[in-house]
């Protein structure tokens, strides 16, 4: 056991081992020219520079310190991601990201790189071919249900599409085409996925996603045949390639473009707050709506009604009840008045016979006028039976005109539902129309077959 512990390799410490590599590579390379690519060109805010100088099969990160910049200002601001300069430093290990660097003191432009020419001719032969013509692009679904994501699948450009994503819309789904986004081999997989998705025809619109990079990084989406892949697919295709500053071959083609993938969503979906206002104004605008519907039929129905309001045979009723009564009124008022003048007259003849006539001669016209009064009062009688025979022959005829009267000999009154209108005649039923049936003791619904 002892002997297996003492032929043990000498294990080093991360930062052992990273010191160890710091002094090799420094003392090997004390100061060093370079040519390459600028990507990712970026001026903090202590006022260093940093960027990536890159060529075909490789990459190094670069520093360029301010008070090594003395002498260049008017260089650095012509710098730009895609210009080929050539720099001179010391490279540099910085332990804490195991990373090694060039600290650049010298910087010297060379001339636009070759990604950047070739992303220029490709873009001005599709130009002229119309490629990016407004009259190309397809119209972008609104409120899209199924959408086809194309991107690579464990990418943090996928994460944030989906996470931003649950934030608007509703009912919606994903379909996605897993692909490589950087190198030769993503190329032919982004075509081929592009490809697919229109074979499918499943999804409503494409995302063509992937996150920062730099001109390198994000070459394949600068390539003719994804270009024209994108141009033909059928299904609309809205891109979120890399930063709000980078714009691709893709984004020129494709019938929208995204400044991120984080910015994708927004151009899909309203927010789900929004949408859930919307759909609530939508539905006030809509009881308002019917409210000043309803209002407007109701008042179209109180003028129908008081336009024929004189065939309502209620109307009849009542209107031959009041004349009815009025003349009641009448004819006890003229009746009073009569009985009031004959008593008066019979009074004052009375008075005078007395005044004339001996009380023996008075007895016995006394006697005839009391004769005289039983006839008045039994021709009265007579009259008021009479009066009164008539006013129930005419309350008679009008309780006829009660059209709930033959209820009460076992007929019924049948009544439309929808209109209200009392049935005279078959023509009026229609097959499967509800009817209200009215009897002696309540209604009921029925439905014509």
Request: proline share 4%; with cysteine; hydrophobic share 40%.
């Amino acid at each position: 056991m002892n002997k297996i512990i003492n032929s043990s390799p000498y294990i080093f410490s991360v930062s052992e081992l990273t010191q160890g590599i710091k002094d090799i590579l420094e003392s090997k390379f004390p100061f060093v020219w370079v040519k390459g690519q600028i990507s990712n060109y970026t001026v903090a805010s202590s006022g260093h520079i940093y960027f990536t100088l890159k060529d075909e099969g490789a990459c190094l990160d670069i520093v360029w310190f301010k008070g090594n910049q003395l002498g260049f200002s008017k260089l650095k601001t012509l710098l730009k991601d895609g210009q080929e300069i050539l720099c001179a430093g010391k490279l540099n290990v910085y332990p804490p990201r195991g990373r090694y660097q060039l600290i650049i003191e010298f910087v010297q432009e060379v001339g636009i790189g070759n990604l950047f020419l070739a992303f220029e001719r490709l873009k001005e032969k599709l130009a002229q071919e119309g490629l990016f013509s407004p009259d190309t692009k397809k119209e972008i679904p609104f409120n899209p249900t199924v959408v086809g994501v194309i991107t690579a699948p464990n990418s943090a450009a996928l994460q944030d599409f989906l996470t931003i994503s649950s934030q608007y819309g509703i009912e919606k789904r994903f379909i996605l085409y897993p692909t490589s986004v950087q190198g030769e081999e993503s190329i032919s997989q982004i075509v081929k996925a592009i490809e697919i998705a229109n074979i499918h025809a499943k999804a409503e619109v494409l995302v063509l996603i992937r996150g920062g990079g730099s001109l390198e990084d994000l070459w394949s989406f600068n390539t003719e045949e994804v270009a024209r892949a994108v141009f033909s697919s059928k299904i609309p295709i809205i891109t979120g390639i890399g930063h709000e500053i980078d714009t691709t071959i893709a984004d020129l083609v494709a019938d929208k473009r995204a400044s991120t993938p984080s910015h994708v969503p927004q151009l899909l979906w309203m927010k789900k707050q929004e949408l859930f206002s919307k759909v609530q104004q939508l539905e006030e605008n809509l009881w308002q709506a019917i409210d000043g519907f309803l209002y407007k039929k109701e008042h179209n129905l109180s003028n129908k009604i008081r336009e024929f309001s004189f065939l309502n045979p209620f109307k009849k009723i009542e209107s031959l009840e009041n004349k009815f009564n009025s003349f009641q009124l009448i004819l006890e008022n003229k009746f009073n008045l009569f009985l009031t003048k004959k008593i008066k007259d019979f009074n004052a003849l009375e008075q005078k016979i007395v005044s004339f006539f001996s009380p023996k001669y008075f007895k016995l016209y006394f006697q005839k006028l009391k004769g005289l009064e039983e006839n008045l009062i039994q021709n009265c009688l007579q009259l008021l039976t009479k009066k009164e025979n008539q006013l129930k022959l005419l309350n008679n005829q009008i309780s006829n005109l009660d059209p709930f009267l033959p209820l009460n000999r076992g007929y019924s009154l049948v009544k439309i539902k929808s209109s209200g209108e009392i049935v005279k005649s078959v023509c009026q039923l229609k097959t499967g129309e509800k009817v209200e049936i009215r009897v002696q003791d309540g209604t009921k619904e029925a439905k014509i077959c």
